[in-house]
């Protein structure tokens, strides 16, 4: 039986390459707190349910 681990995060680049943005976009979103981070030192993680609520349509940010 083989168990499949899920990421608990993305970082940055791997949110913009999955929602279709440029990682730009998505750090203006964090910056104008449009995205909910966990920062770890200097690095920037999404927590999957950031992305899970991101994924639904009415909950993307507008514009940049």
Known sequence: MSATIKPEFMNLTQLADYLG?????????VAADKIAVTRIGRSVRVPMSEVERLTNDSAMPKGQ
């Open 21 to 29: 943005f440029s990682r730009r976009t998505i750090e203006k979103w």
